[in-house]
């Protein structure tokens, strides 16, 4: 079993960064890969980024590719999504997910979700 709490969402103008964080309960942390999703007003959840359980594999979803990077630290039980160059079509509610295996950019995959956090950009 695994909680997990995000953290660091705001309001922040378009061109501003913010570096969401996601707290995770449990010692078998290390073994889950980690994700990313964002839901926006009328609009389904979708793939943001992942990152492997060991932490050095990584994928993005083309619309944040040179401008998120996600992170973790299996030793602080915590994952991170720094996101940089923010623009207002990034607002949504950002979720993290875990999932024993890597790979997949479907939510239905993930077992473990966060109650999420809110960014806002404005313009």
């Known amino acids: 079993q695994v909680q997990l709490v995000e953290s660091g969402g705001g309001l922040v103008q378009a061109g501003g960064s913010l570096r969401l964080s996601c707290a995770a309960s449990?010692?078998?942390?290390?073994?889950?890969?980690m994700a990313w999703f964002r839901q926006a007003p009328g609009k389904e959840r979708e793939f943001v980024a992942s990152?492997?359980?060991?932490?050095?594999?990584?994928s993005y979803a083309d619309f944040v590719k040179g401008r998120f990077t996600i992170s973790r630290d299996n030793a602080k039980n915590t994952v991170y999504l720094q996101m940089n160059s923010l623009k207002p079509e990034d607002t949504a509610l950002y979720y993290c997910?875990?999932?024993?295996?890597?790979?997949?950019?479907?939510?239905?995959?993930?077992?473990?979700w966060g109650q999420g956090t809110q960014v806002t950009v404005s313009s």
């Open positions: 990152i492997s359980s060991s932490g050095r594999i990584t």
């Open positions: 997910a875990a999932d024993a295996e890597y790979g997949a950019r479907t939510f239905a995959n993930y077992v473990y």
């Open positions: 449990g010692r078998t942390f290390s073994t889950y890969a």
